[in-house]
């Protein structure tokens, strides 16, 4: 049972962490997966609610979250226009045939003429191009298409730029199937597939989706339901975690949220390598100096000039052994970056006269070793 155990722990995980997996691209992991159909169709279908896929050239696992969030769109787009263009592109092959050739030329055309948005998508201007070369390069990364000759990087000095391409049989599987007629919904929440009745079931997945998609969760955040359903089916939650994953639950007054042990590599992490994680470690023992009042659900509300006065705290006894590019950066820039980062990771929320801090925040800090500090006073 052990072994069993490991194999649909690591299925599980190659499942969550690649939007899919490719016969052609990754044979090896496809037929391991193959060699688990019925036990992940099984897990997928009692846990999580979703549906998996497996075709004769792919295995994808439809990754429906219960709450979308900033944080889940396409890492390597930077606009709004990324999106819209993705979406032009996509409708351009889906009439195209698997391995049919197009020109980029033909792809620009069809977009600027059907584009939905105002203003129109120009060529000429700079922009619009860097955008669509993000686009082109997402699809290939995707392997929804292919090149066959040419480089799309040229498009960005000029629209007239030719690259060759041809479709692959992917193209055709990327966009969700929907089991009713999207032209008949009204807005685009009709699309969304919703649990939303009060059953054990429903409850189960809702619950461990979000325990698996998301950094966090607030018990302000969810159903009273349930999070008393976490905290009921503790053990049961808890055994299938240590069991098909590689995290740890954990469960607190006020928050839930899976935990990786100490070096597991796979996936986004915090704290990671970056120095931004240790400047937010800083930044945590500096707020645990403070005696702070806890609102019900266990955030703490500062004002903006108590964060100000961290972030001084913070330059002072911490900043001479970050890297060049944090030591270097202005007071209000280094605060920018602090809040942004943080925010995405669930630990601030920035309203217009207060910083709000959640209970996720608290339950790490870093501070340099003695050795370190003595090192400083030495060199001072």
């Not at 969030?69 to 996509?90: Q, R, V």
């Not at 600027?112 to 993000?134: C, M, Q, T």
């Not at 839930?256 to 915090?270: N, P």
């Not at 509300?301 to 970050?322: C, E, K, M």
């Amino acid at each position: 049972m052990a072994v069993k155990d490991e194999k649909l722990k690591e299925g599980l995980q190659l499942l969550f962490d690649n939007f899919w997996i490719l016969r052609s691209e990754s044979p090896q992991e496809y037929r391991f997966l193959r060699s688990m159909e019925k036990d992940l169709h099984r897990i997928i279908s009692e846990r999580f609610g979703l549906r998996i896929f497996f075709q004769t050239d792919f295995i994808k696992l439809e990754k429906i979250p219960d709450k979308s969030e900033s944080w889940m769109g396409i890492l390597e787009f930077e606009e709004p226009i990324d999106y819209a263009l993705f979406c032009c592109a996509m409708a351009f092959l889906e009439e195209k045939d698997v391995k049919e050739y197009f020109l980029l030329s033909h792809i620009c055309e069809e977009i600027a003429e059907n584009y939905p948005g105002v203003p129109k998508v120009d060529w000429l201007n700079y922009h619009h191009r860097k955008s669509f070369i993000r686009v082109m390069k997402k699809m290939l990364d995707l392997h929804v298409i292919e090149t066959v000759d040419g480089n799309i990087g040229g498009f960005s000095s000029q629209e007239d730029t030719e690259v060759l391409y041809v479709t692959t049989v992917y193209a055709r599987y990327f966009m969700r199937p929907y089991l009713k007629d999207v032209h008949l919904q009204e807005q685009w929440e009709d699309l969304i597939d919703r649990e939303r009745d009060n059953d054990e079931n429903a409850k189960r997945h809702r619950v461990y989706k979000r325990l698996f998609m998301e950094p966090k969760l607030l018990r302000s955040d969810v159903d009273e339901g349930d999070y008393y359903y976490i905290r009921n089916q503790y053990s049961s939650i808890a055994d299938f975690v240590s069991r098909f994953s590689p995290y740890n639950l954990e469960v607190y007054k006020n928050v839930a949220m899976l935990t990786a042990s100490e070096g597991h590599s796979r996936g986004d992490f915090f704290p990671s390598n970056k120095a931004l994680d240790d400047i937010l470690l800083h930044l945590m023992a500096v707020v645990r100096k403070d005696s702070l009042s806890r609102d019900t659900s266990g955030g703490i509300h500062t004002s903006l000039q108590d964060w100000d006065r961290w972030i001084d705290h913070l330059i002072a006894d911490y900043q001479y052994g970050w890297s060049k590019e944090y030591r270097d950066k202005s007071k209000n820039a280094l605060s920018n970056a602090i809040l942004t980062y943080g925010s995405e990771w669930g630990f601030f929320k920035l309203g217009t006269e207060e910083i709000i801090i959640y209970p996720t925040f608290a339950r790490m800090a870093g501070r340099y070793k003695p050795n370190d500090i003595k090192q400083k006073k030495e060199a001072e």
